[in-house]
């Protein structure tokens, strides 16, 4: 399991564009949140938003889907290239790769989301000074660490996509898909109860309710629960990667 | 030479079978959303169990054809022929109506609460009208058949209520309204004249008041004006009653009048309008049956990515630039065959989608906004649209980036991320948000904006209720300026670098 996650390490930590997209990871998320924390300056308490952590976070949306490109190429570029079959003849057990890759990514989705999250929380206190601060330490620290783990599983989700899809395309497509078309969706239909549903459902409308700091009891699942949603998403995203993985040849 | 070019893609991609499959997908995808929206939003209507759905509002259409709000409360005698009505209007106030069941009202006079004249071609909501009037932030206006509108002299508007003592006059002369208004009863200025079409010999003419609901970002409360007029011209006898429904949750508000000697307070509630998709009423925008498109967006994004990356992938691309040295050709072959494939996929998935979509809500009890032909001719072929120039927007950054992944997370995230931050579920504040709207991809959106906006008419202009910041060929001219640009910076990069 050493060698495989060694393996792993390097053909990501040997390629360009790995290093790229996790700055880019990073620069995307701090960025986006910096903006909406520039764009909330407002006197006025009626057009504030009142959750500053959670608009402080802003980032994330944009964020997770650079992580997800990070962590749909560590499978899809070795498809592409045909190195997954020498991957495979090296580590012929092949949940042992799955669960390699899934470390390897995981880590580097901890470092890159460890450091966005806290350049947006310090960009916050920067740009909004004074009103981070007002608020209850315990969830403001929630929604942080809950953001790193939300892009955490963000990365598994994709990987194990991309593990059942094999191409870079399409399982790109399918992980934003699921992201970014459910809360579309939401807003559309009429129906307050069917929104509720899609918003408890949605990988990313559930999961980023972690980032919520007030207002606990009006959303549509609680924090540690949405995310719980996101991990059975992943979870079950892993599952049909590793099934696929060993049905196919590769 | 370019029709063997085109015959060579169109046959790369009707070979792959996945592209093939995809495609369809894409059409389905966007009825079968059409349908589940359509069929999801059942549990907001009231009525009994089992009985039948009571939320289908009893919307009258105007003489355009539209659906309209006709509310209000009119103070009317018949005019036979030609003739005019003269008032003077003294005061106008108004309340805000509590979010709670017969709650306590607040003062405030809402921007658009109307008190003025009126010649209504008969009393059914709906009908032909002409009036002239003052309102609470817009200074006197003319205002026909629901949708048009006309300022009054500048320097009108002012603050209320001192400056709403003004006299207002509407003449009639065959099917010609026309409105006139003086500060002081003697010095007339023409706001405007409007021609009725089939206005009967005998109108119903006389005093009016409405004030509409005040708009927030979820809802709307519902509010009441009242205003004084006097010097009323012609004499009596005058009746008053409510034209249209009013507002039945909140029956704390309804009209009335009183006259004490020639003086007439009036209270009304309602609006004279145009009917929009929006908070308050629960009309739905035809639009609303093509949000599928986000789904059948995201597919056809793939497919344009992987019409070129494959191609590197699989090493074609050096066989198909040997056989066809024109690499800008090759490209446009390329945009050509994946637009139009795709034009038609989103054409029919379109045009199954908002009939059957509009069906089912209407099914529901939804009041589906009706729009003229031309509108809908220009939703579906938009629609159509939309998805091809975002397919050619995946070809070009395809060639670009010739690998799979950042093209599609590219297009994504300049398509429907915005939309996304625009919602009310991303966190941006309304500015930000219509400002995305407009330089972004997804300005392109707005070709699917189904009614129109009017200035006149307080409503909550948000992509929540399918409006977009620009008019819909503006949107779309904006997402062609990136295909175009993204296409020519791949033309710069095809021919630069070895295959």
């Keep these: ?250 | 030479m370019t029709a063997r070019l085109l015959h060579a893609e169109w046959t790369k991609f009707r070979t792959v079978r996945g592209w093939v499959i995809a495609m369809v997908t894409a059409a389905l995808v966007t009825v079968l959303i059409a349908m589940w929206a359509g069929s999801a939003g059942q549990d907001q209507c009231g009525g009994a169990a089992g009985g039948p759905v009571t939320c289908q509002p009893d919307v009258p259409l105007g003489p355009g054809g539209e659906a309209v709000t006709d509310v209000f409360y009119f103070v009317r005698q018949p005019l036979p022929g030609n003739g005019s009505v003269t008032v003077r209007v003294t005061s106008l106030a108004g309340v805000v109506s509590s979010e709670q069941l017969n709650g306590p009202v607040t003062a405030g006079l809402q921007p658009w609460s109307k008190a003025g004249i009126m010649v209504k071609a008969s009393s059914r909501a709906g009908s032909a009208y002409a009036a002239i009037m003052v309102t609470g932030g817009h200074g006197v206006r003319m205002q026909d058949d629901y949708v048009d509108d006309t300022a009054g002299p500048p320097g009108s508007p002012g603050p209320v209520p001192a400056a709403s003592r003004r006299w207002l006059r509407l003449v009639r002369s065959g099917d010609t309204v026309t409105g006139y208004e003086s500060a002081d009863g003697t010095r007339w200025t023409r706001v405007g004249a409007v021609r009725l079409a089939g206005l009967p010999a005998t109108a119903q003419a006389g005093l009016f008041v409405t004030s509409p609901d005040q708009v927030n970002a979820t809802g709307g409360a519902p509010t009441e004006a009242t205003a004084v007029f006097d010097h009323v011209s012609p004499p009596g006898p005058w009746s008053g009653g409510q034209i249209g429904a009013n507002g039945t949750s909140y029956p704390a508000l309804s009209g009335r009048f009183q006259q004490v000697g020639g003086r007439f307070t009036v209270t009304g509630s309602g609006d004279i309008a145009p009917a929009l998709p929006g908070p308050a009423d629960g009309y739905v925008s035809p639009e609303h049956s093509l949000a599928g498109v986000f789904a059948a967006l995201i597919v056809v994004t793939v497919v344009g990515t992987m019409f070129v990356t494959a191609e590197y992938r699989r090493g074609l691309m050096r066989v198909t630039l040997a056989a066809s040295p024109g690499r800008g050709r090759v490209l446009a072959a390329k945009a050509i065959v994946i637009g139009s494939v795709t034009f038609a996929a989103g054409l029919a998935g379109a045009a199954a989608a908002l009939p059957v979509g509009a069906r089912l809500l209407r099914a529901n009890g939804k009041f589906v906004l009706p729009v003229s032909a031309l509108t809908e001719v220009r939703l579906i072929a938009g629609t159509a649209a939309l998805l091809a120039v975002a397919a050619v927007l995946a070809v070009a950054l395809g060639a670009i980036l010739r690998h799979g992944a950042g093209p599609v997370a590219a297009v994504i995230a300049v398509i429907v991320v915005p939309y996304f931050f625009a919602s009310p579920l991303g966190v941006l504040p309304p500015g930000v948000a219509d400002w995305l709207l407009r330089v972004t991809p997804a300005a392109g959106f707005a070709v699917e904006q189904a009614i129109a906006r009017y200035a006149q008419v307080a409503s909550s202009y948000t992509p929540r209720y399918d409006y977009y910041p620009l008019a819909p060929w503006a949107g779309f001219a904006v997402l062609c300026a990136w295909t175009a640009l993204a296409l020519a910076v791949a033309l710069v990069v095809l021919h630069r670098r070895d295959a």
């Design chain 1, 1 to 250: 399991m050493k060698q495989s996650l060694r393996a792993e390490w390097t053909k990501l930590r040997t390629v360009a564009s790995t290093g790229w997209l996790l700055l880019g990871t990073v620069a995307v998320t701090v960025a986006v949140s910096a903006a909406a924390d520039a764009a909330d300056l407002c006197t006025s308490s009626a057009g504030c938003r009142p959750d500053v952590t959670r608009l402080g976070l802003t980032g994330t949306d944009v964020g997770q889907a650079v992580v997800a490109i990070v962590a749909v190429l560590a499978v899809t570029a070795e498809y592409g290239t045909g190195m997954i079959r020498t991957t495979l003849a090296a580590v012929p057990r092949r949940t042992a790769v799955l669960a390699a890759k899934a470390a390897v990514v995981g880590g580097l989705t901890l470092a890159a989301g460890g450091a966005g999250v806290l350049g947006s929380v310090l960009a916050g206190e920067l740009i909004l000074p004074g009103r981070g601060l007002t608020l209850p330490a315990g969830p403001t620290a929630r929604a942080a660490a809950g953001t790193v783990l939300y892009l955490i599983l963000i990365a598994l989700l994709s990987l194990g996509v991309a593990t059942a899809v094999r191409d870079s395309a399409v399982a790109v497509g399918t992980v934003l898909g699921l992201l970014y078309v459910f809360p579309v969706l939401g807003q559309v239909v009429a129906s307050p109860a069917w929104q509720r549903h899609l918003e408890q459902a949605g990988p990313m409308t559930a999961g980023l309710e972690i980032q919520a700091s007030t207002g606990l009891s009006q959303l549509p699942i609680g924090p540690w629960a949405g995310l719980g949603v996101l991990a059975a998403w992943a979870a079950a995203a892993l599952v049909a990667g590793g099934l696929v993985l060993h049905l196919r040849d590769a």
